[in-house]
């Protein structure tokens, strides 16, 4: 972009830009093989495409752990970047994907809708995922955010013939649109005021002080883009989409979206955020609004995601908004990050942590889901204890996790991420966040309640239900994950540690 | 000899698109117009990056353009797929009837 002669380094690839490209080709070539392995018509084509779309996930994950660069490799003149920090989320998204993949199978064949086009859509969301937090160009940022959210709307929509699914695509899909028509438009005023859309190239015009930052124009660009980023990771007040989009999306949907890509939106938006230069160089007044405003978003969504949390009955529904507050702590992170010792590392782990638990507790409504998701409300969980012991206590540990009580995944990353804010400073920030997190103890704790201290109840979701091996094994390893961070939490927060340092 | 346009009436001028096709999202009731009002919205991005292309003499958001317009058909052709799905079980395009998940 910098000049108008075609560089021919750009038209060459070196070994290890091959090696930091892997994870990503493998996942490419593996959807498009699903592709055409779900019009075979020898046989039903559920089968070759599920193996083939679980391998590529399993095989994209462990290609980014082997293949991790020790340093930053640079791809596509500088458009994207593979390094740790890109490497931990490529493996948390494809597993999110792949778990997601074996608690949809059962999942589908209750519905009745064994398409193979959504292990597909599964697949590529992911892609879009991994492109992301890759990239550093806006307009890439742009073009995998929409490459995700394509796949997303459609598999929000996916039961065609409920209206609740179809009302939660259009919804989101209305909103979706417009948060990222706002998104691209602070993009192109980024350009107008700094002459790029790369934000390395923004982030050290704002450190050498140039005249181009102190506009009017770079302070909108800024903020558009920041709001853009507010709402795909439905911070209050941008949250209203997502408790209708979670109950109308299918119950696996939910899950994948929960995890992977609020990770994939906040893992982007703190690049973008520190790209900006927040904490490093902006000048002291855009500095401080921005502080500000996080500052009183953060504080509305937890105390809002966790008060209405507390009057829903409908688990799906009950889940989305204890997002919505977890959304919250993780602002409290992003905004204490510059200040504490561990930086942002606290946020890596948190989200990593989030997903094990999110997606656990998903697969287990996925597993007790009849059909038309009917039978998630909070009494039809009535006496799970003696019907579904196993269940019972996997759905327990990640209730206890979400909650932040030791020893799981959940304390451990609360922990860290108030510690952080501590050392930052921010008193006030931390009490509001422990007393909304003591608050949200009370509905996570009646689901117990319900599943352990009720009579079972006769109605919809009363009858025992089939739990398929693929479903069990996603339980079995969120519970392993879980409850493995909580034990020995040294090994992931190291891994936090190293993957921050490289933004 | 042609006259030539200030950079600031055209960027004030998409300015105003982009705000009509946001209250144009905000209060209308038909699906229809809403997406159009999406694409108003994309639209006048992409002419604030010829604009400020055109001012820093940088071909960088010019070919910007090119991947918005790309990304911004892809987004009505799904975005339509879904208004049809959901018409099929609700038999209207209109937001005010689309209420079920509010209660």
């Not at chain 2, 055109?54 to 058909?73: C, E, H, L, R």
Request: a neutral charge; glycine letters at 8%; aromatic letters at 10%.
């Amino acid at each position: 972009m910098d000049s108008p002669i075609i560089n021919p380094e750009f038209l060459t690839i070196s070994p290890e830009q091959i090696r930091a490209l892997t994870p990503y080709l493998v996942v490419f070539g593996g959807a498009l093989l699903a592709i055409v392995l779900s019009v075979l018509r020898v046989v039903q084509p559920k089968w070759p495409v599920f193996i083939a779309v679980l391998l590529t996930a399993l095989a994209g994950a462990a290609a980014s752990q082997m293949l991790a660069p020790e340093a930053e490799v640079s791809l596509f003149g500088g458009m994207m970047v593979s390094d740790t920090y890109s490497n931990i989320f490529n493996i948390l998204f494809l597993m999110s994907a792949a778990f997601t993949l074996l608690v949809s199978f059962k999942y589908l064949d209750t519905e009745r809708m064994q398409h193979p086009e959504y292990y597909v859509l599964v697949l590529l969301s992911a892609l879009g995922m991994m492109l992301m937090t890759s990239a550093i160009d806006l307009i890439v940022i742009f073009i995998a955010l929409e490459t995700l959210s394509l796949g997303v709307y459609v598999l929000v929509g996916f039961r065609r013939a409920d209206r609740r699914s179809n009302e939660a695509a259009v919804k989101y899909f209305i909103l979706g649109s417009a948060a990222s028509a706002i998104f691209l438009y602070g993009t192109a005023l980024l350009y107008g005021a700094s002459g790029s859309v790369r934000i390395d190239q923004i982030l050290s015009l704002v450190h050498s002080g140039g005249a181009e930052v102190s506009t009017p124009l770079f302070a909108l660009g800024a903020w558009l883009v920041i709001l853009g980023f507010l709402f795909k990771v439905a911070s209050v007040p941008f949250h209203m989409w997502m408790p209708d989009v979670y109950e109308g999306a299918p119950v696996p949907v939910t899950g994948f979206m929960t995890t992977g890509l609020k990770a994939a939106a906040f893992a982007t938006f703190l690049r973008v955020f520190l790209g900006l230069g927040y904490g490093s160089g902006l000048t002291a007044v855009i500095q401080s609004h921005i502080h500000d405003v996080l500052w009183v978003c953060a504080v509305l969504t937890m105390v809002i995601g966790n008060v209405v949390a507390l009057t829903q009955t409908n688990l799906k529904r009950m889940l989305a908004y204890s997002s919505i507050a977890h959304t919250g702590y993780l602002l409290v992170g992003m905004i204490t990050g510059t200040a504490s010792a561990d930086g942002y590392a606290s946020v890596v782990l948190y989200l990593v942590a989030y997903a094990a638990m999110n997606l656990g507790a998903f697969a287990v409504l996925s597993i007790l889901a009849t059909k038309d998701d009917v039978g998630l409300n909070l009494q039809d969980l009535s006496g799970l204890s003696r019907k579904h012991p196993l269940l019972a206590l996997a759905m327990a540990v990640f209730l206890f996790s979400m909650a932040g009580v030791p020893p799981t995944a959940g304390f451990v990353a609360k922990y860290q991420l108030f510690y952080g804010a501590v050392q930052a400073g921010e008193i006030p920030l931390v009490v509001i966040s422990v007393l909304c997190s003591a608050i949200s103890v009370y509905y996570y704790l009646r689901v117990l309640v319900f599943m352990y201290m009720r009579e079972p109840v006769a109605g919809a979701g009363s009858d025992k239900r089939s739990v398929s091996p693929w479903a069990a094994i996603a339980v079995l390893g969120m519970v392993f994950a879980t409850l493995q961070m909580g034990v020995i939490p040294a090994k992931m927060i190291s891994a936090a540690r190293r993957a921050v340092a490289s933004l | 000899m042609i006259n030539t346009v200030e950079p600031w009436v055209v960027l004030s001028f998409s300015a105003v698109i982009f705000c009509i096709g946001l209250v144009g999202l905000l209060i209308r009731r038909n699906i229809l117009i809403v997406l159009m009002c999406i694409e108003l919205m994309l639209n006048a991005v992409n002419l604030t990056y010829v604009t400020f292309s055109k001012m820093q003499g940088d071909m960088g958001g010019q070919m910007s353009v090119f991947f918005i317009i790309t990304v911004a058909a892809a987004e009505s052709a799904v975005g339509l797929g879904l208004v049809i799905a959901l018409f099929r079980t609700l038999r209207t395009v209109d937001t005010d009837e689309i209420r079920l998940l509010k209660e």
